[in-house]
């Protein structure tokens, strides 16, 4: 139990496109999820909490038009990566909580390898 | 400033070694503290979570322990595995929020 899929696992796209990255819940309903982005050799940095059914709160620094996030459901959240630019190049990953248990329990996806070119 | 460090940076030990990683947090109010192992390319898997009144934790040849006194924790492996070759990261929470503080990790690497 306590699945969280991402998908695509991996994706190229070229700068000024946009691309989306999903982030669902496949056996519990999460309220919460969280995105988070971690360059190499470093650890995750949380960029936004998203709720569902309310607008994301974002992190100091994470710009809010450039990564459009839609909790529409409770087991699935988007993030959108709007005009991406090489520099947005990083690994993404997402992890939900569950509703049904402690706050305190989260549970990552697997991630997304964003590469810009 | 909530703030998370891991000891070493990396190790390398031999098959069949036993081995601890350390972990300092400043963290405050405490709520809980995980570790997490993180393959290359994949999302971290949780290993243990203790609370404040948890001060050791197994799960399978992992042991975590935790010194709320002293802010202090350890991930202690046994009888390492060529498939333990990862990073492991520990994870504090702060009572009331569901933010985590992320340490920078420490690098595994099991060699046969």
């Known amino acids: 139990g306590a699945v969280v899929s991402q998908h695509p696992s991996w994706v190229i796209c070229k700068s000024g496109t946009s691309v989306k990255i999903e982030c669902r819940s496949l056996?519990?309903?999460?309220?919460?999820m969280f995105w988070y982005r971690q360059f190499p050799k470093q650890s995750l940095m949380l960029m936004a909490t998203?709720?569902?059914?309310?607008?994301?709160?974002?992190e100091q620094g994470v710009e809010k038009d450039k990564f459009l996030i839609n909790h529409a459901s409770l087991t699935l959240s988007t993030l959108t990566v709007t005009s991406a630019h090489p520099e947005d190049s990083s690994f993404y990953i997402c992890?939900?909580?569950?509703?049904?248990?402690?706050?305190?329990?989260?549970?990552f996806g697997p991630g997304t390898r964003l590469t810009v070119t | 400033k909530n703030q998370v460090e891991q000891s070493p940076q990396s190790l390398i030990i031999l098959e069949g070694k036993n081995c601890t990683l350390q972990?300092?947090?400043?963290?405050?109010?405490?709520?809980?503290l995980r570790w997490y192992k993180q393959d290359t390319g994949r999302g971290p898997v949780s290993l243990t979570i203790?609370?404040?009144?948890?001060n050791t934790k197994s799960n399978g040849r992992y042991t975590a322990t935790l010194d709320a006194d002293t802010k202090q924790s350890s991930l202690h492996i046994t009888a390492s595995q060529l498939s333990d070759s990862a990073s492991y990261i520990c994870?504090?929470?702060?009572?009331?929020?569901?933010?985590?503080?992320f340490g920078t990790g420490t690098r595994l690497t099991i060699i046969p």
């Open positions: 992890s939900a909580r569950d509703m049904g248990l402690a706050a305190t329990e989260q549970y």
């Open positions: 056996d519990f309903q999460a309220t919460t």
């Open positions: 998203s709720n569902e059914g309310s607008k994301a709160t974002y």
């Open positions: 972990c300092n947090y400043t963290v405050s109010p405490f709520s809980n």
């Open positions: 203790m609370t404040f009144s948890e």
């Open positions: 994870v504090v929470n702060d009572f009331g929020n569901e933010k985590l503080t």
